[in-house]
């Protein structure tokens, strides 16, 4: 045995639980098949039938006794046989005769299916339409990342459709309803930024090399909002913002951990953000000696300002 279909149907009219109904179909096809060691009778034990189902041992001792009670399992003489009533027989045999118990609107389940994979809805067949439904519904919420916190309300107004045996149109025009109001959602929570924000963000990442820069438009919006929070929350200068990231990425020990925009904001050990550990160690810092290049540059600037400032006064006197 490698599957239990569970035919909801004949479970609520029962009222039993899946883990009851797989025991029960357990022992019905043990029972009724041609290997049985005894005809008619279900040999398996407790621990087999622990292993195969996946529940602990004890569990399937009570639950085979609480099916026993209830008359759909019947125990042999031995006390290790088992098989199920015609209670329960009759209803693996005749399964369409259990439609009754769902909504009425369930019943044409087939033909609900098809509707609902023409408008791009359903997305697997099913025997009863109420496992339909709960299926697209656990598929709509994940695709459409619904918040945890709506899941209750949404289902509750799905299956309100249902329940008041109002037609696939609702239901369909419920979903797309929802859809465009996702779409809606998401346009408007595209982030727009000050054109501040956009002008020093584009000093930012020249101090970062082309393989540490966002690379998508999602990565882009955090580097552009931890600039606006390191501003409006924190109370940060762009322009001293810009000079603890230029320091950061050209201090010789932080260079190859500031790797992101979003590490500034973040705590170290001692709850202080890095922005400010920054700034702290700018100030203590020693000044980095000039090389031979920059300084015999700064000579000529001077000089070249003294020429230009004699050449000036000269050519005021004539």
Known sequence: MSYTTIQHAIRIKLDISPNEYMILDMVYRMATSPKARIPGWCYSSKNYISKIIGIHESNVFRTINRLIAKGLLIRGEEGTLLRTSDKWNTLQMNPEDNYGVLPDHTRDSQKHTRVLQEEGIAFRNDTYGVSLYNKYIDNYINDNNIDNTKIKDFMSEFFS??????????????????????????????????????????????????????????????????????????????????????????????????????????????????????????????????????????????????????????????
């Open 161 to 318: 459709l249902l329940n008041d045996e109002l037609g696939l149109d609702d239901v369909i025009k419920l979903v797309k309803d929802r859809k465009k109001k996702k779409e809606k959602s998401s346009a408007e929570k595209e982030k727009v930024f000050s054109s501040q924000v956009e002008h020093f963000y584009t000093q930012a990442i020249e101090h970062f090399p082309e393989h540490l820069r966002p690379k998508t438009k999602s990565a882009e919006n955090n580097w552009k909002d931890e600039l606006r929070k390191l501003n409006e929350l924190d109370k940060i200068p762009f322009s001293k913002i810009i000079e603890v990231i230029e320091w950061g990425r050209n201090d010789t020990f932080w260079s190859s951990n500031f790797l992101t925009l979003n590490r500034l904001r973040k705590k170290n050990k001692e709850g202080i953000k890095y922005v400010v550990v920054f700034s702290e160690k700018m100030k203590t810092a020693k000044p980095k000696e000039k090389t031979f290049a920059e300084t015999e540059q700064e000579r000529i600037d001077r000089l070249t300002m003294k020429f230009d400032e004699a050449l000036n006064i000269m050519n005021s006197k004539l």
